[in-house]
């Protein structure tokens, strides 16, 4: 949670520090396609069955928008999906496909550019995120839970990449993040009791796309 605070304040003073934007141009718009890495398995199991409940990687999309209020700051506002497959590991449900979590991050982060000359434009960033996530449940888990879903949380997102400039107007961009989550899924079984498993996801996300400069 202090690391949490410590990067709220960050992006806050480097947000507000300067509020006017560069001149034209200095704005861009892009997309990545993503890689979620990383896992993460239940703080507990199933009920008397023994078998915990997993997340696993899966591929995403994103969009961003940046904006430059100084030189070598630059501040990146994103949205973006991935699909986490659930299963089942262990115990009398061993193997039990559990569908899908769609987790959309809504990130801001601040970003240092160091002032180099070339084609190449690196970076690192600090920010936050906010997971909002939805899950779809496969036909096996629904005869299972007569509901079942994954809470949202707010978390810090540690980033690094470089830009690579083809002309005027477009980029190439590859970039790598460390974007927190910590879920609490709720399954409330078919005779109504309610069980709460705690996930804790440290996923590395791999990007690469093309930026459009106006």
Same mark, same amino acid.
């Given at each position: ?28 718009? !892009? ?7 990383? %896992?993460? =398995?239940?703080?507990? /199991?199933? @009920?008397? =069955? !023994?078998?915990?409940? =997993?997340? %696993? ?33 262990? !115990?009398?449900? !061993? ?21 180099? #000359?070339? %084609?190449? &434009? ?11 996530? =939805?899950?779809?449940?496969?036909? @096996? ?10 809470? %949202? ?7 690094? $990449?470089?830009? #690579? ?6 980029? @190439? ?15 409330? &079984?078919?005779?109504?009791? /309610? ?13 690469? $796309?093309?930026?459009?400069? #106006?």
């Amino acid at each position: 949670m202090r690391r949490f605070h410590l990067a709220c304040i960050v992006v806050v003073i480097l947000l507000i520090g300067n509020p006017g934007f560069a001149e034209k141009g200095d704005t861009e718009v !892009g997309f990545r396609l993503l890689w979620v890495t990383g %896992s993460a =398995t239940s703080a507990g /199991t199933i @009920a008397d =069955t !023994g078998s915990s409940i =997993t997340l %696993s990687s899966g591929p995403g999309i994103e969009f961003d928008w940046v904006l430059w209020p100084l030189d070598e700051l630059t501040v990146e506002l994103a949205v973006g999906a991935s699909a986490q497959p659930v299963k089942t590991s262990g !115990g009398s449900l !061993g193997g039990l496909d559990g569908g899908t979590l769609w987790r959309i991050p809504l990130s801001a982060v601040a970003q240092y550019r160091p002032d180099l #000359y070339g %084609s190449f &434009d690196p970076y690192v960033g600090l920010g936050v995120v906010y997971n909002l996530n =939805t899950y779809a449940e496969s036909s @096996a888990y629904q005869e299972l839970f007569s509901r079942a879903g994954f809470s %949202s949380d707010l978390n810090v997102v540690v980033q690094a $990449g470089v830009t #690579y400039t083809l002309n005027l107007r477009w980029s @190439a961009n590859l970039d790598l993040r460390y974007m927190g989550m910590s879920t609490t899924g709720t399954f409330t &079984d078919i005779d109504g009791t /309610t069980q709460n498993l705690d996930f804790k996801l440290d996923p590395w996300v791999i990007g690469l $796309g093309f930026r459009f400069r #106006y």
